[in-house]
């Protein structure tokens, strides 16, 4: 015989037929016949409730038990205990069925009137079950007792985790079972086949999350790479700008020198009576410069202010002209360096 707590936290909370009362507060009774009868106190509680065991809301109706519990069969109430008739009766009970039910003085004191119920079950030993313990006959004083037999064997109400024994889960169950020969639920192939697919969806999640995990990752990686590129292009592009601001002005300083080069030869080709009639420059240079090689051989004391012609030549020294154009540019510095000697 298993040892109940009538306030194990499995059912302590469960209302005590139906009062307010609960088992864990009120149901000492139904937990020692839960002991005897071999169930638990909730199903012995169900049990009391479908057969109309309960009065007044949950005091036990004695006679009743058996029609909620065919195994055990009320014999006798008393309510005193006082001499040794009743230590006898108490003791053919547990020697019949291993336990007698016995009334107690739960706070022992007399005129308090504070019932409690325990299983007494023989060598001065019984089962309390407000503290779900072992103890001494002697810890409490008895004050009445009931006898109840066992007739058959235990027999629980609990079929494939329904209980038998409520009458309105019997019918929710009656219901969904008509519900299903009607064809309005599905039958347990159907059951399997949508089981089934849901299953495999949930690993086609499970799959699609892991690729999405594993593309994030990649995203982010991506992202790392992609920024660390646009930090080099902008750094690039900061060069750049450097680079083409040095190529802009060199071009600017290039087109100053090309054209301070222009004016230069257009005043040595009217100095030289030369027409300007020539488009690319290299040709109207090669012109000048022959025509004053002709002109330093057929005048070899020339004249000239030597100063004009010195500025001429520093002029000339400080131009940036491009690198095709630099043997023309010292050609002319090295003829006026003659002419300029010469003179």
Known sequence: MKILNQRDSKWSGIKLGTSDTTIGSHGCTITCIAMASGLEPPEVNNR?????????????????IQAAIPWLQFEWRNYDYNDELDNQRVKSAIDKNGFCLVEVDFDRIPSTNDRHWVLYIGNGQMYDPWYGTQKSTSYYPAVGYAIINKVGEPQSSIYRGLDLSNQESMKVCVDDHLKIVEGQLVDKSQYEAVKGKLEKSE???????????????TIKALTEKIESQNNIIGEFQKEDAVQIKTLRDSY????????????????????????????????????????????LRQNDHLQTKSTDLEKEVKRLNALRMSIDKQSTKSLIIYLLGRLLKRS
């Open 252 to 295: 600017d300083a290039q087109k100053i020198a090309e054209n301070r080069l222009s004016d230069l030869l257009w005043e040595l080709e009217d100095s030289l009576h030369l027409p300007h009639t020539a488009d690319d420059m290299v040709e109207r240079i090669s012109v000048a410069v022959g025509a004053l090689q002709s002109v």
């Open 48 to 64: 009391f409730n479908s057969n109309n065991v309960y009065s007044n809301g949950n005091l036990v109706t004695w006679t009743k």
């Open 203 to 217: 690993e086609r999640v499970g799959e699609l999350s892991q690729q999405l995990g594993s593309a994030n990752g």
